[in-house]
């Protein structure tokens, strides 16, 4: 898809911020590796793409440095702290959020904050409490900047699973009329914990709670009936829940294999892309639980030594872009909700948006239910953590 | 004839010189950095990790250790992987030699185990993976004689005993074993033996275990350390093959090497000293099995039986070590399968339809991968070649056979297990402003290059027809235009082997790449052991197929061009000196 010109226009007339000419002008000619998580070969293209348009534009490309888990550049750049490197590091942006967002933030180990210089961070909610400006509860404060909406959603094939469960407690059941038809991600990979974290959601008794930080009283409190739950289900699980995939993507190469019946996935729009790709059959199609699911923002970060955090800041920049934020919420080319704010856009941008194809298996916005919260990021932690306890011999 | 002397001298003392500075290079190149990277991660392993304010040296990352939940699991999934897939390995081995020997030519045995050498780990790991898993090609060819309509619930791959992984290492350690025994047997009077033995009344098998094993055995010792070593530290294919809660020790070191919390970093050090511990006990163990073995043997062989039965387990060996075989061809041709499927559900057979789509998008990035691949194995092998052959005619000008020492330091990097020295030398690097730099990854692969490509040489080089030097040397012919006229160009085919060999094994690195390369030196291996996590095996297999096509078409080449170069000098021929 090409820009509409007029996008352009607006872009061009944009009200010249402070600064932003000086680094403009100091990214050019930049390399910025960005380090990414690499299982997805759609948004493996996506970034390909963006980096061709930065470079076109701003004379910044972009390398994507591929990684298996975020926490491998979190190590990089502490290590690299640690042997002295305080400048000139290897890393420039991360696709980060949650656990990873809060470890970095508190070792003052980001760059910034940076939001709000970047001229398109007009067309982004960032008052406080706005979904952007939140990461796991905890205040952003313009050290990442947003560019994609994840929903927590399940997938199944229609073809072998009549009806899916339709609340988390409806999985016990579910499971046993189904016995080893059903699994989630290993906990400590970010999907199986986010699993956990949807079912808490659901059982907690107090779910104000979870939105604080953890104390040890709240949590064996909030958490006794998601053990109950998680002791009934996991008889049932996949191998006797003795072996869990690795992470969602292997889940879904499972689903496809016929090994379980449903998979789960922090994109709405990723069974439909799945099925363009032929990864999933034409009958595979997305459920919600009643009651809405977790909804997060995904962030990009620049590191504190970055060497290239100019160009970074362009290429934070220009994934605000609504003519880019349109083409990534395009099912035929990534399918990921936009972070902007429909009330802040032009015609022009909403025309971009209205304009865009659907497919049989992409729920519309009130399929997916609302959006929950996601716990603050230390029960995150306390739950992989006490899991592995419980569960790991 | 005090004249004729002098350039002798001369020569030797050239070679003395050769041969230290050879030896400096490897020493500072080799031994240095890992006693470094080691040290380092020792002190992050006792509590100083000065980056993170600890300083106090004290045994709470130990503590830490024992505290993570599985630890125990995982150490006693380690020796059973370990251990069970090296002497599983060396039995299947040393039973296929047996019934196999004689009746096969080297050269075809060398043919047939090239695949297999060449194939690198990851990409045989995610090939077998496909093949073994319920719903992989095995249960897809039983489902409808079965009547499954699901794939059965087993878990014949990430099984908790490790039996998948076991399984994997063994596709690629018993073709290893098989190569370096018949090369050691070429160097015994097997024929012989076993004639002696048989008039003697002995079975076929009992020969081979009561006379000729203990002379292969001093011969194949160090290899047999080194898959030992190796299967006690795996980390890609115990990533994919291996059970995952808890995984072996290598993998949840790894895992806890590259957590957000980096209190981590100080147990997973002292995880890293306790795999170091790991394999020094089981070389230890090896050698007491060595010595018992002597002695145990001793008294075996005077009790004279005659053992007629030993015949049956020959044949089991040769039988299994076909399966394995089988099962390697399975894995690697479902992986070119998969890279040309565009459709392929439970429970087809073949793909549902095909596609060259994932070959031809570019969004798949092989192509940069492939050159990283490339250009990091051709600088390795190059600059271990050169060291090797400067190695071994500094050997031949100073007229000096190799001292026990000097063996065990080429070993050294594939004893010492990757992850204890490697995290260390990586914080070492950095210190240096050489992380992530190309030169920083091309050295580490040339560490583990070296060793094969030493091990490779050694043997041809020294069976050189010494009559052959001497001769060009009475012709007036220097040391280097005999090093480059006439050794070089005699030992091609070596050469070429150990070219093949050096590639193979660079193409395959994946923790140094990881490591060294900060993440920003993307090869084929790294790539495919991230991809093996992602849900699309049709990508997956493209870069596992180049991983393995890529040594494959070395190895092809090391056969080629001597047989084109020397079509008209037959005993020059790949195969004919062996």
């Known amino acids: ?393 | 004839m005090g004249t004729a002397l002098h350039p002798v001298n001369a020569a030797a003392k050239d070679g003395r010189l050769l041969r230290a500075a050879v030896l400096v290079t490897v020493a500072a190149g080799l031994v240095l950095p890992i006693a470094a990277g080691f040290l380092q991660t020792a002190r992050a392993g006792v509590g100083v990790m000065p980056a993170i304010g600890a300083a106090d040296v004290s045994l709470a990352p130990f503590v830490a250790l024992l505290d993570i939940p599985g630890f125990s699991t995982a150490l006693r999934l380690t020796l059973l992987t370990g251990f069970g897939a090296t002497a599983l390995s060396v039995m299947l081995a040393v039973g296929v030699c047996a019934a196999m020997h004689g009746r096969m030519s080297p050269r075809d045995s060398g043919r047939l185990l090239t695949p297999f050498l060449a194939a690198p780990h990851a990409a045989m790991a995610i090939g077998l993976a496909f093949l073994l898993s319920p719903s992989g090609w095995i249960a897809r060819a039983l489902a409808p004689l079965a009547g499954w309509d699901r794939p059965p619930m087993v878990a014949t791959v990430n099984d908790p005993a490790g039996l998948a992984l076991i399984f994997g290492l063994m596709v690629k350690e018993v073709p290893f074993l098989l190569l370096v025994i018949l090369s050691a047997l070429s160097q015994i009077p097997v024929r012989r033996h076993l004639a002696a033995g048989r008039s003697l009344g002995y079975g076929r098998g009992i020969v081979w275990i009561k006379v000729i094993m203990p002379q292969v055995w001093p011969l194949i010792r160090l290899p047999v350390m080194v898959v030992l070593a190796y299967s006690l530290s795996v980390v890609d294919m115990a990533l994919i093959l291996g059970p995952s809660n808890p995984p072996t020790l290598a993998v949840l070191l790894l895992r806890l090497f590259s957590s957000p919390d980096i209190g981590l970093m100080m147990p997973a050090s002292a995880g890293a000293l306790v795999q170091a511990a790991l394999v020094a006990m089981a070389f230890g163990l090896l050698l007491a099995l060595d010595r018992a073995g002597r002695a145990i043997g001793r008294w075996w062989v005077r009790r004279g039986g005659r053992g007629l039965s030993a015949e049956p387990g020959l044949w089991i060996a040769t039988a299994l070590s076909g399966i394995l075989f089988a099962a390697g061809a399975l894995a690697m041709l479902s992986l070119l399968v998969w890279s040309l499927a565009w459709r392929w559900p439970w429970p087809g057979l073949a793909p549902e339809s095909w596609s060259l789509n994932t070959w031809t998008t570019p969004g798949s990035g092989w192509a940069g991968a492939l050159g990283n691949t490339l250009i990091l194995a051709a600088a390795a092998t190059a600059l271990c070649l050169v060291l090797a052959i400067a190695w071994l005619e500094g050997e031949d000008r100073a007229r000096r056979g190799r001292a026990g020492w000097a063996e065990a330091l080429i070993y050294l990097p594939l004893l010492v297990p990757q992850i204890g020295f490697l995290f260390g030398l990586n914080v070492l690097f950095l210190r240096l402003g050489l992380s992530g730099s190309y030169l920083a990854v091309i050295w580490a692969h040339a560490l583990f290059v070296f060793p094969y490509v030493m091990i490779a040489l050694s043997d041809p080089w020294r069976a050189l027809d010494r009559q052959l030097p001497r001769a060009a040397a009475s012709l007036g012919a220097g040391p280097w235009r005999r090093l480059f006229a006439v050794k070089l160009p005699i030992l091609l085919t070596p050469l070429l082997t150990a070219t093949a060999i050096g590639v193979s094994v660079s193409v395959a690195q994946y923790l140094p790449t990881l490591f060294m390369g900060a993440g920003r030196v993307a090869t084929l291996t790294t790539e495919a052991v991230t991809l093996s996590s992602s849900s699309d095996r049709r990508i997956t297999g493209v870069y596992a197929t180049l991983q393995a096509g890529l040594p494959f078409a070395v190895y092809g080449a090391a056969f080629l061009i001597p047989a084109l170069l020397h079509r008209n000098r037959r005993d020059l021929l790949p195969g004919a000196a062996a």
């Open chain 1, 1 to 393: 898809m090409r820009l509409p010109l007029i996008l352009m226009a607006t872009l061009a007339a944009a009200p010249a911020f402070a600064g932003w000419n000086d680094t403009l002008e100091a990214a050019r000619g930049q390399t910025v590796y960005w380090n990414a998580w690499g299982g997805d070969d759609r948004t493996n293209a996506f970034i390909a793409w963006v980096g061709e348009e930065t470079e076109e534009r701003y004379g910044v490309s972009i390398e994507h440095v591929r990684l298996s888990d975020t926490a491998e550049a979190v190590t990089r750049v502490i290590s690299e702290r640690a042997a002295g490197r305080d400048a000139d590091g290897s890393v420039d942006l991360i696709w980060i959020n949650g656990p990873n967002f809060l470890a970095m933030k508190r070792q003052d180990l980001l760059f910034g904050p940076f939001v709000a210089d970047l001229p398109n961070a007009r067309y982004v909610d960032l008052s406080p409490g706005a979904p952007a400006a939140l990461d796991f509860t905890v205040p952003v404060e313009g050290m990442e900047s947003p560019w994609r909406l994840a929903k927590f959603v399940f997938t199944y094939d229609s073809a072998r699973v009549a009806s899916p469960p339709r609340t988390m407690a409806g999985f016990v059941d579910w499971a046993a009329e189904n016995p080893g038809r059903f699994t989630h991600p290993d906990p400590s990979n970010f999907m199986g914990a986010t699993f956990l974290k949807q079912a808490l959601l659901e059982l907690a008794s107090d779910r104000e709670v979870l939105l604080e930080p953890v104390t040890d009283a709240a949590f064996a409190d909030q958490t006794a009936p998601l053990w109950a739950w998680y002791d009934a289900l996991r008889p049932n699980l996949w191998r006797g829940g003795e072996a869990f995939p690795e992470n969602e993507s292997v889940q879904q190469q499972m689903l496809n294999d016929g090994e379980v019946d449903i998979s789960m996935s922090f994109d709405p729009a990723s069974a439909a892309a799945a099925i363009a790709q032929g990864l999933l059959p034409e009958t595979a199609r997305v459920f919600v639980p009643e009651g809405g699911t977790i909804g997060n923002v995904s962030f990009v970060a620049i590191p504190y030594n970055a060497a290239n955090a100019e160009g970074a800041q362009v290429v934070a920049n220009h994934l605000l872009d609504p003519a880019v934020q349109a083409r990534m919420q395009n099912i035929e080319v990534l399918g990921s909700f936009s972070v902007l704010d429909p009330a802040r856009l032009d015609d022009a941008a909403h025309a971009a948006f209205d304009a865009l194809p659907t497919a049989p298996a992409l729920p519309t916005l009130d399929d997916l239910g609302p959006t929950l919260p996601e716990p603050h990021a230390s029960w995150m932690t306390r739950l992989t953590e006490e899991w592995a306890r419980r569960y790991t011999r």
